[in-house]
């Protein structure tokens, strides 16, 4: 089928991220499948983070349907391309009618991005992951694909301004080899797996970031365990409550 919406918006957004000139550096993308379904699995530390996470599996000439809080889809601009694009709508109320919608995708051999965390980590380190993924890659019988992004708060984060300025910010992509997810297994322990394996790329990719924070002012982006000013995981968690 036609890719209508999906194509056109993978377009713009290459030519918006030519013009600010960021440098994305993706390694791994061999690790996705070329055909069949699978989950794709990401942390989550910026706004933005969907279109980057979908920009691994290019290479791969993949398509992802990322699942995505149902509020984006009311939205008069963002709907509708949403829609377009054959994301999945999530209603926590009825998160039941979401997770069928993902399960069918995969069994008709699409790869489903989530994003496991939830909500966008505001201290930049993984949060504790919900285990809907290992389940839906249980109950579909394909692969999970651990990925990690770093880079991209600095461009559109909770809580900072937006940077659309020409900042020639560097945004690293790590793809992971695949976790199995087999039926006969619990799916808290492979959701542990699957976290860890995030978490190692996740520390590669902070590993191989290329910049540092020009001065003091500029240390928002990096996690207090680094050096950084942003919030810890604690100070994090309790802003989330509030």
Do not use: C
């Amino acid at each position: 089928m036609a890719e209508l919406v999906y194509r056109p918006v993978i377009g713009a957004a290459r030519t918006m991220f030519k013009a600010l000139d960021l440098k994305i550096d993706t390694q791994g993308s061999e690790h996705i499948p070329r055909t069949g379904g699978a989950v794709l699995v990401s942390n989550h530390i910026s706004y933005l983070d969907f279109i980057f996470a979908g920009l691994a599996a290019l290479p791969q000439k993949r398509l992802v349907r990322f699942m995505a809080k149902d509020q984006v889809f009311r939205h008069k601009i963002s709907g509708p391309l949403m829609r377009g694009m054959k994301h999945i709508p999530v209603d926590r109320k009825q998160g039941e009618t979401a997770y069928a919608h993902a399960l069918s995708s995969l069994r008709a051999g699409e790869i489903v991005g989530v994003f496991p965390e939830a909500t966008i980590s505001q201290s930049f380190t993984l949060k504790s992951f919900k285990s809907g993924a290992a389940r839906m890659a249980q109950e579909a019988g394909v692969p999970l694909i651990p990925v990690a992004l770093w880079g991209t708060q600095r461009v559109w984060t909770k809580g900072q301004p937006r940077n659309f300025k020409r900042s020639h910010i560097p945004v690293t992509i790590r793809v992971g080899e695949q976790v199995e997810a087999p039926g006969d297994q619990y799916a808290g322990a492979i959701t542990r797996r699957l976290r860890d394996r995030v978490q190692e790329l996740l520390e590669a990719a902070q590993r191989a970031y290329p910049v540092r924070p020009r001065d003091a002012s500029d240390t928002w982006w990096v996690p207090a365990h680094l050096g950084g000013t942003a919030p810890t995981a604690h100070e994090a968690r309790e802003a989330d409550r509030s």
